[in-house]
């Protein structure tokens, strides 16, 4: 795992005595990583440049995935929760607005909050709300491509409930499971994950 983390990173034995993630910070630029979906598909990822939506700072990626079209995805450069994403032409085709989708940092166990924010699409200018309750249920040591790596598993409650597994360590999230009525609908896995 160090040489997946590289130097000046707080390692997975420091993290669990603290039981504390202090904040968001995002993969470094040109780090690929690959999740693999509950049906069998794969997603790849690259951390590109930095940028901006609405005023909101944001860190971008390159998301690819089989059957759909490459998209470049804006997540929140302060908080590492999904804003926007963008078409190949580098527009703005779906984004949460206001962001209040963020994570509350820092994470700590049985830290709780509540989001409430719009889904745009910025094209047709069609909006939904949303909400969810968030909630840290736990920091776990779980295994990673390269070693293992401390977790915080986050709940939200919302009209889709999801479990997600976040590294402060390598930014991103780790495992995401989306459940309706008590079912697991969705799940995606990391299965690689490559710094530069």
């Known amino acids: 795992l160090a040489a997946t983390l590289g ?13 504390e993630a202090k904040r968001f910070i995002p ?8 999740y693999r979906h509950l049906d069998g598909r794969t997603e ?3 951390r590109i440049e930095n940028g901006s939506w ?3 700072r944001i860190v971008r990626y390159r ?3 089989e059957d759909e079209p490459i998209k470049i995805r804006g997540f929140s450069g302060l908080y590492g929760t999904w804003v ?3 078409d190949e032409a580098e527009q703005g085709i779906f984004a949460a607005d206001p962001d209040d989708r963020r994570y509350r940092w820092p994470l700590a166990p049985r830290l709780y909050w509540k989001t409430k924010y719009e889904l745009r699409d910025p094209t047709t200018d069609e909006r939904r709300m949303a909400k969810a309750d968030w909630r840290v249920e736990a920091f776990e040591r779980i295994p990673v491509p390269g070693g293992r790596t401390i977790a915080v598993r986050l709940l939200g409650a919302g009209k889709k409930p999801q479990k ?7 930014g991103i999230r780790t495992r995401v499971q989306t459940f309706k009525k008590d079912e697991m609908i969705k799940e995606k896995v990391l299965t690689s994950y ?3």
């Open 44 to 46: 790849k990822l690259e």
């Open 7 to 19: 130097t000046g990173w707080t390692t997975p034995a420091m993290a669990a005595k603290t039981l």
């Open 194 to 196: 490559t710094r530069t």
């Open 164 to 170: 997600v597994w976040f590294s402060e360590h390598l």
């Open 84 to 86: 926007v994403d963008f």
């Open 63 to 65: 998301r690819e995935i």
């Open 54 to 56: 609405g005023g909101t």
């Open 27 to 34: 993969p470094a630029i040109g780090t690929k990583w690959t």
